[in-house]
């Protein structure tokens, strides 16, 4: 029976955005995900491919709808899928390949991370992290992240121990957050100076 899992789609979320940020500082080709710091709060927090890896550090969950939780889709072999279609969507778009497809793989395996690090009372306890090369089930123990209620949602006592889970999240994935965000928005706002000063020298 599938009743709980961890941690929330809101801790994942934020996990995966904060993996597209630290990608984002890697050297190499930025400047198309820089924006001045005059444009809009969602320019400068990198938009939609920011907003799909928020969604892909929650996604592996959407296994949820089927009966099979925490096997397949929360394995190194469903990373090495998202990074094919991510990089097959970047050189579409005309994108950096290797930025794409490893923020998306980043983001994407935060989940496997979180969800190690969790608490996780249902048997077979853990994740199939190796799959397909093993069908072993893994899980650390150190029980990080408390357990979240998915079924029953509007119950009090599902209510009250969602809402805690939840506020320990943020409270252990909220700070690296901010502090990527403070350091994006600095280096990321050196870049077009930068440019235009090894353009203007090029010349
Ligand atoms: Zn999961």
Known sequence: MIA???PSPIGHALAGLAASWAVDLVPGDRAWRTAPASAP??????DGLTLA?????????????FLTHR???HSIGAVAVVGLFAAAFAARAQ???ARVALMCVAAYGTHLVLDWLGV??????????????SHEWFISGID???????????TVAAMAANLKAIAQEVAILG???????????KALARLPSQMARRDHAAK
Do not use: N
């Open 4 to 6: 709980a899992s961890m």
């Open 41 to 46: 709060w969602f320019r400068r927090a990198g």
């Open 53 to 65: 890896c928020a969604a892909l550090g929650a996604a592996a969950d959407l296994d949820h709808l």
């Open 71 to 73: 096997a397949a889709t």
């Open 95 to 97: 994108r950096p390949v």
């Open 120 to 133: 996780d009372t249902s048997v077979p306890r853990g994740i199939q992290a190796l799959w397909p090369l």
């Open 144 to 154: 990080l992240f408390p357990r979240t209620e998915r079924h029953e949602l509007w």
């Open 175 to 185: 700070p690296p957050a901010v502090v990527l965000w403070l350091v994006r928005v």
